[in-house]
Structure formats: structure tokens, C-alpha cells
């Protein structure tokens, strides 16, 4: 059996110190070194290079690095949130109006601790949308049913995850990307 939390996680996060909601204002950071030479915002040791408030993605959370640590206490429920707002930085999808990359923004590099989210989303038997959530392992505090209510309240991620894979809609009468899809074997 996969380890359930004692309490529910957040069904949206809420900001941490450090970290920018889009739209809103960044945090005031002194800025310092971030290793290499470049200069940018440090805060709690992270780092973050564009702290307006249009950046995408915003600044990374200041504990991102030990939210997403499995060996550390870190937890899937925690690191996802703290994650998904990236996502675009990990592809180049050609449907930049439904699942624009951001992979060339200035703070994707911070948020590196997030592959182990993006690893596991990619755990599928078959297509994309088949998701092996579950492990035996306390890091992965979810199951399938946790991202399918998410995907169902977070439209824009949903068309990250899902409409990354493609460079163009698989059905030119609909503009949009579904399970049918990733099941028709011409998609492959």
C-alpha cells in the first residue's frame, strides 16, 4: 500500500517566502552571488534571477530543494506543488498557444530538484495519460486520483502535461489534446 498523508495537501499553494504568485509582485531579495559569477536574488539559498512579476516561472520556493528530496523528507504532494508552475521549462512544444515552453526563462535552471516530479509523471504504462503514481516508497504520498482531481481544477497544467508531447493538434477540428489522442496509434 502506497503511504497516504494525515492531512490533505493544499489544493493550490500558497506562496512561499521567496517565491512570486503571477501577477503579483515579487519579494524584495538582496542580491548576491549565485554561484558561476551570476549575480541574482538569494534567499535561503536559492537563487533566482527575475524576480518580476511577470516572470515564468516565478521564483523557485526557498526549500524547493528539500521539499523535492526523497531521501530527506521531502514529499511528492509538496514538491508537485511547488513544481508544476515550471513545467514549461522542461519542453519545446510546438503548440505555444495551449503548451508554451519556457524553457529558455532565467530561473528554470532553480528548479532543478523538480526532475524527480517530471520523472514520475512520465512513469506510464503505454500512453501519457496512463500515470504509475503510486510506489511503495514514503516520498510518494499520492495516487492517480490526487492528479486527476488536480488536472480537473488546473486547466493550464493539464495542457502542460499533457499537450507538451505534441507540435501540433493531433485532430485539426479540435483544438485541444485528449485521451483519444494518446491512444490512437497513429499519435505513437
Not at 531521501?71 to 505555444?96: E, M, P, Q, V
Amino acid at each position: 500500500t502506497v503511504p497516504q498523508p494525515t492531512e490533505p495537501g493544499p489544493t493550490v499553494p500558497g506562496p512561499t517566502i521567496g517565491t512570486a504568485v503571477p501577477g503579483t509582485a515579487a519579494p524584495s531579495v538582496p542580491l548576491g552571488p549565485c554561484g558561476g559569477g551570476v549575480t541574482g536574488a538569494v534567499n535561503g539559498g536559492t537563487c533566482c534571477f527575475d524576480q518580476s512579476a511577470t516572470a515564468n516561472p516565478p521564483c523557485p520556493a526557498t526549500d524547493l530543494a528539500q521539499t523535492c528530496d526523497k531521501y530527506g523528507n521531502g514529499n511528492f504532494r509538496d514538491c508537485y506543488f511547488n513544481c508544476k508552475i515550471a513545467f514549461c521549462c522542461i519542453h519545446d512544444s510546438g503548440l505555444t498557444d495551449y503548451s508554451p515552453p519556457c524553457r529558455d526563462a532565467p530561473n528554470c535552471q532553480q528548479f532543478n530538484p523538480c526532475y524527480i516530479i517530471w520523472w514520475k509523471l512520465h512513469d506510464t504504462i503505454g500512453p501519457a495519460t496512463f500515470e504509475r503514481l503510486e510506489q511503495a516508497e514514503a516520498f510518494y504520498n499520492v495516487n492517480v486520483d490526487f492528479l486527476t482531481t488536480d488536472l480537473q481544477t488546473d486547466q493550464d497544467f493539464l495542457q502542460q502535461l499533457y499537450g507538451h508531447h505534441f507540435d501540433t493538434f493531433p485532430d485539426p477540428n479540435k483544438n485541444t489534446v485528449d485521451d483519444l489522442d494518446f491512444e490512437n496509434e497513429a499519435n505513437w
